[in-house]
Nanobody, 119 residues
Framework: VQLVESGGGLVQAGGFLRLSCAAS????????MGWYRQAPGKQRELVAR???????NYADSVKGRFTISRDNAKNTMYLQMNSLKPEDTAVYYC??????????????WGQGTLVTVSS
């Protein structure tokens, strides 16, 4: 199973970006999908996560600015990031709790995509 993120880049404060995470491989179903981020010198932190049923959690720091969504048919997750702030600068990682076609259950991570917000 592979998770591939896209959509990162450089944006000015107040701007927006949309991240995508596409899961591929021997997937039976995906339970929880989430976005995490890691800023330089800091620990990785949860940004938002969404269950297969659509239940959503956000970090307090992004509530009202970021929107997570997913397309279960496409095994794809999105993160719409609006009103970006310099403190949102980080590498953003996709995470998925996957039930494989071989009946195993594993956690997978993407390679990360860099988001840089300039002031």
């Amino acid at each position: 199973v592979q998770l591939v993120e896209s959509g990162g880049g450089l944006v000015q404060a107040g701007g927006f970006l949309r991240l995508s995470c596409a899961a591929s491989g021997s997937i039976f179903s995906i339970n929880v999908m989430g976005w995490y981020r890691q800023a330089p010198g800091k620990q990785r932190e949860l940004v938002a996560r969404i269950t297969s049923g659509g239940r959503i959690n956000y970090a307090d720091s992004v509530k009202g600015r970021f929107t997570i969504s997913r397309d279960n048919a496409k095994n794809t997750m999105y993160l719409q990031m609006n009103s970006l702030k310099p403190e949102d600068t980080a590498v953003y990682y996709c995470n998925a709790d996957v039930f494989t076609a071989q009946a195993g259950r594993y956690e997978f991570w993407g390679q990360g995509t860099l988001v840089t917000v300039s002031s």
